[in-house]
Nanobody
Framework: VQLVESGGGLVQAGGSLRLSCAAS????????IGWFRQAPGKEREGVSC????????YYADSVKGRFTISSDNAKVTVYLQMNSLNPEDTAVYYC???????????????WGQGTQVTVSS
């Protein structure tokens, strides 16, 4: 199982980015994919998750209404559309696979390498 994130970059406050998480070695049929982020000096936090079993989506309060998670099962890719970005969203963003959605990092057993998102004020 391998996950590769892409789509990070530098954006001004109020801007948008779309992150991608491409999977190989498995399909999304029986997995959940979560997005986590870690800012310098801060603990990793869960951002969003999508469950393949029923399509349920989950969002942290800090991103609700601004971020949207979606999946393209044919491409085995999960996306995180991030709108109305602010400097507090600056972090390395990781996608990870688990049996079901969770906010608990150790529940996820496969992680991507991360992609940097920097939001300037």
């Amino acid at each position: 199982v391998q996950l590769v994130e892409s789509g990070g970059g530098l954006v001004q406050a109020g801007g948008s980015l779309r992150l991608s998480c491409a999977a190989s070695g498995f399909t999304f049929d029986d997995y959940a994919i979560g997005w986590f982020r870690q800012a310098p000096g801060k603990e990793r936090e869960g951002v969003s998750c999508i469950s393949s079993s029923d399509g349920s989506t989950y969002y942290a309060d800090s991103v609700k209404g601004r971020f949207t998670i979606s999946s393209d099962n044919a491409k085995v890719t999960v996306y995180l559309q991030m709108n109305s970005l602010n400097p507090e969203d600056t972090a390395v963003y990781y996608c990870a696979a688990a049996d079901e959605c969770s906010w608990y990092g150790p529940d996820f057993y496969s992680w991507g390498q991360g992609t940097q998102v920097t939001v300037s004020s």
